[in-house]
């Protein structure tokens, strides 16, 4: 790109902004996969009782549940996808900067 006119800066624009966009298009298909499961763990949950048999379960006197269902708050998810954007964010910037740094005619050698 930088062979024909693009400027240092501006690659490292385009790169950035590429990796804005996959960090984007990953997270939304990872919360289209991972979305149905979370509503069944939430709804139906694991069923334990087939492996601890009939009966009260306690640990310490406390009743433990045989079911476990998975709770997930907007705050969490709020967090998770931040922290993921961030990092991918910041995995991106050094393939920017590098493609931004390395002088045309030897990009051209590499290839």
Same mark, same amino acid.
Request: glycine share 10%; proline share 4%.
């Given at each position: 790109?930088?062979?024909? *006119?693009?400027?240092?800066?501006?690659?490292?624009?385009?790169?950035?902004?590429?990796?804005?966009?996959?960090?984007?298009? *990953?997270?939304?298909?990872?919360?289209?996969?991972?979305?149905?499961?979370?509503?069944?763990?939430?709804?139906? *949950?694991?069923?334990?009782?087939?492996?601890?048999?009939?009966?009260?379960?306690?640990?310490?006197?406390?009743?433990?549940?045989?079911?476990? =269902?998975? =709770?997930?708050?907007?705050?969490?998810?709020?967090?998770?996808?931040?922290?993921?954007?961030?990092?991918?964010?910041?995995?991106?910037?050094?393939?920017?900067?590098?493609?931004?740094?390395?002088?045309?005619?030897?990009?051209?050698?590499?290839?």
């Amino acid at each position: 790109m930088m062979v024909i *006119g693009m400027s240092s800066r501006q690659l490292f624009q385009l790169v950035l902004l590429e990796s804005v966009w996959l960090t984007l298009f *990953g997270l939304v298909l990872g919360e289209l996969l991972t979305a149905p499961w979370y509503w069944y763990l939430n709804v139906y *949950g694991i069923d334990l009782s087939s492996m601890m048999g009939k009966g009260d379960h306690t640990v310490l006197g406390v009743l433990i549940n045989l079911i476990i =269902r998975i =709770r997930l708050y907007t705050e969490s998810i709020l967090t998770i996808l931040s922290t993921v954007f961030g990092l991918s964010l910041l995995s991106g910037i050094y393939p920017a900067w590098r493609a931004g740094c390395v002088p045309p005619i030897e990009s051209l050698r590499t290839i």
